[in-house]
């Protein structure tokens, strides 16, 4: 829409533009980061935003202006208006374009009968850019960059969104509308996209530039919300089934793991535990549960923790629904009940008062009460199947539901977590949910990919949707292991194609953000229908999650401390090698690992494509080989395709059954030679907040490859029980010698670590 400046005035944190057609507000809220507000209308939404939570400073910026141009300069960027046309385009401040508007609209729509506007803003897309993020959409077997190709953004069942967008040219855009959205990615032969809202009254949008994907990422966190820590258990492995059905059945889950001494952390309790009472009584049957907080007792004095499903509905007949429908709590949106075949409704999470009801409810009725350690946020989408125009005709606290059509989730785990904070202030919040939005992450939400399939095709699908997920500000991803449902059934886990299926999921779920098995029928690693061969591979792969702990908890703190991103598109890393912008099932873990699942039945080579043009490590094996080319790698059943890239630094840990079991008091340090490498450490309690306060230790160890010199920093800050003296076994990999997940035993030095700094050569 054409609509050009006729004035504009500027305020403490930008100019403010009157059109000849409504109004466009270009705010800078740091040198960085920009927002654009544009309508046909006389005035802007007054309401705050639900994804943004920054308090903006003011940053300094200069305006200068020609007779078609308004330009705003900060210390980063030159923001540029056309005054005939209001689009805006963005420089670096040598010149160079890093993205241009061609037109944003607002234009009038009748959708479920409610008169509204659609919101859409396009830009011009050059033909070598790649376009990531865009949330998770578990089904979508499309490639991983979205040049070229369209995606639907309105939240339900299988289809999550997240409207976070990363570009190779160096910018980032976050849309600040909650309506169900799409994305168009390949507008006028591919040299545009587009994102349309279907309702609102304002274009909305957030401008980042980076220009690399880190800085991105903390860009919209700053925006946003930082993703907190989550304890050290919640970085082992979680097993659960649909579904567990008695108090006797979780609690043989816990011993058949401890005593065949299987690492694990998590014993998750699924639905229906209340049958057969209504869904949202809160209630564990205790004909099948009879004490259910020495249940969870139980599991503690095993050193595993437990997770339970509640769900945000209400079934008639309880006191809780009633509770909740006499302060004006419930919605109109209706679940369609697999089990019982009632219609149960939904609460308004857009209600505050409503949302602290139901924190209430499940504190007084569950979680603290029996001394539970993480919530499984089930059907948060809000699911109602067909039935989307209910959706979008219902009203909540806040406003129409085709206006808040995507925000469910995002309310929903704002309720729980500010809860959660204040009344069980000692321990760390974790949340497992279906469904993510732009803000979640700062509600210690880790996002899992919903009821996907136990099939290749489906596991196939899951690797670009968790580093997508990822690549749109949400660090903490999970998929099912195996997958949820064969055809709705229990697949036959004895039979070889199956066992194969599982296998190569775990493997991948070995170097996922969370790992967790779950899904229909027995497979747990103890389970009698994987032979021991199979047994043998999961075994390895859950002992070298624990071992890689020390690594995976520091790049955590990293996630809270810098918000860094652990599962990372190969973007992050190597935005500059277009080779990598179309590879969907290859990314970073953490700034050592490059993951290749094997997500093909009977595969036993991949082709893996080592990024960008230093040297890589196979794990398994120690041989080095140079990046910048494809291979045909070797995947037999035990092994999934694993490369180190040159000048990492990996901390391993011993051997334990759970996180906490020992103080990480020795510590294998294996150093890959090839380049100058730097890795910072990081220690706390593993369980409470004091981290926010500044209780917890961090050491840098840095690698100088010309001098083979490993320097290892001074210990910074202190938390009760730190460790005062550790041992460094220091391993430089070279061939067989220090390759593989077993501990290195003919070490190559040994240090006496005591928290001063020291410089250990190795030749």
């Not at 036959?492 to 493997?507: A, G, H, V, Y």
Request: aromatic share 14%; hydrophobic share 35%.
């Amino acid at each position: 829409m054409k609509a050009s400046v006729i004035s504009y005035k500027k305020e403490a944190n930008g100019l403010l533009f009157t059109l000849d057609k409504g109004l466009m507000k270009v705010t800078v809220c740091k040198d960085d980061i920009i927002e654009v507000k544009y309508t046909v209308f006389d005035g802007f939404n007054r309401k705050p935003s639900l994804i943004v939570n920054a308090k903006w400073g003011g940053a300094a910026f200069k305006v200068s202006e020609d007779k078609n141009l308004v330009t705003i300069i900060t210390a980063k960027l030159k923001v540029i208006i056309n005054k005939t046309t209001n689009n805006i385009s963005y420089e670096d401040l040598n010149g160079n374009e890093i993205a241009s508007e061609d037109e944003k609209s607002i234009t009038p729509a009748t959708i479920a009968g409610i008169s509204t506007y659609n919101i859409a803003t396009q830009f011009n897309s050059p033909k070598d850019e790649a376009l990531f993020g865009l949330g998770c959409h578990p089904i979508d077997t499309g490639s991983i960059n979205y040049k070229g190709r369209n995606q639907d953004l309105a939240i339900k069942y299988l289809t999550g969104a997240v409207p976070v967008l990363l570009s190779t040219k160096g910018y980032g855009l976050m849309w600040d509308n909650y309506s169900a959205s799409n994305f168009y990615g390949a507008e006028a032969n591919n040299t545009k996209f587009k994102y349309v809202s279907e309702s609102g009254k304002q274009v909305d949008y957030y401008f980042f530039y980076g220009p690399g994907f880190d800085q991105l990422i903390n860009l919209y966190r700053t925006t946003t919300g930082k993703a907190p820590m989550f304890a050290k258990w919640a970085f082992g492995l979680f097993q659960s089934q649909d579904r567990y059905m008695s108090q006797d059945e979780v609690l043989s889950v816990k011993d058949n793991y401890r005593n065949n001494h299987i690492p694990v952390d998590v014993i998750v309790q699924d639905w229906y535990y209340w049958d057969p009472f209504p869904i949202g009584s809160h209630v564990m049957n205790p004909a099948r549960y009879p004490d259910p907080k020495k249940m969870v007792d139980e599991l503690h004095k095993s050193n595993i923790h437990g997770m339970i499903s509640i769900w945000p509905l209400f079934g008639k007949g309880t006191k809780d629904f009633d509770t909740v429908q006499k302060m004006g709590g419930l919605t109109s949106i209706t679940w369609d009940n697999i089990v019982t075949h009632t219609f149960d409704s939904y609460y308004d999470a857009h209600n505050p008062k409503a949302r602290e009801l139901y924190w209430d409810m499940a504190r007084d009725s569950l979680i603290k009460r029996y001394g539970w350690d993480a919530w499984w946020v089930d059907q948060c989408e809000p699911d109602n199947g067909a039935l989307l125009d209910e959706r979008r005709k219902s009203d909540f606290r806040i406003g129409k539901g085709i206006d808040y059509f995507n925000t469910y989730s995002l309310e929903h785990s704002t309720g729980i977590y500010q809860g959660w904070r204040k009344d069980i202030p000692k321990k760390r919040a974790f949340f497992l949910l279906r469904q993510s939005f732009a803000g979640e992450q700062r509600n210690a939400a880790a996002l899992w990919s919903s009821d996907i399939s136990c099939t290749f095709e489906a596991f196939k699908s899951q690797v670009p949707q968790g580093i997508n997920a990822c690549t749109s500000g949400i660090p903490y991803w999970t998929s099912d292991i195996g997958g949820y449902h064969y055809n709705w059934g229990v697949p036959d886990w004895s039979k070889p194609e199956f066992r194969e299926l599982f296998t190569r999921w775990f493997q991948f779920g070995t170097f996922c953000p969370i790992m967790r098995i779950h899904g229909k029928g027995e497979r747990a690693i103890f389970s009698k229908n994987w032979d021991e061969d199979t047994r043998a591979i999961l075994l390895k792969y859950d002992k070298l999650r624990y071992r890689l702990l020390p690594y995976i908890y520091s790049l955590a703190a990293k996630t809270t401390l810098d918000n860094y991103t652990i599962m990372r598109s190969l973007a992050f890393d190597f935005r500059n090698d277009a080779n990598v912008y179309k590879i969907p099932d290859q990314y970073m873990f953490g700034p050592a690992f490059l993951v290749n699942p094997v997500t093909g039945k009977g595969e036993t080579e991949r082709k893996v494509y080592l990024p960008g043009s230093g040297q890589w490590y196979n794990f398994w094996t120690g041989e080095k080989l140079n990046g910048g080319k494809t291979i045909a790698a070797a995947a037999p059943i035990a092994e999934m395709p694993l490369y180190v890239k040159a000048g990492s630094i990996i901390p391993m840990g011993p051997e334990v059954e759970y996180a906490t079991q020992k103080t990480n008091k020795v510590i294998e340090l294996r150093i890959y030679p090839g380049a100058d490498g730097r890795f910072t450490f990081y220690e706390d309690e593993n369980d409470n907040y004091n981290y926010e306060k500044g209780q917890y230790a961090t050491f840098t160890l840095t690698w100088n490859d010309q001098q083979k010199k490993l320097s290892i920093s001074g210990t910074k800050g202190t938390f009760p029980g730190m460790l005062k003296q550790r041992t460094f076994n220091i391993v430089v990999v070279n061939g067989k010698h220090g390759s593989g997940s077993i501990a290195t035993t003919n070490i190559d030095e040994t240090v006496r670590y005591n928290g001063k700094a020291t410089v250990v050569r190795l030749w």
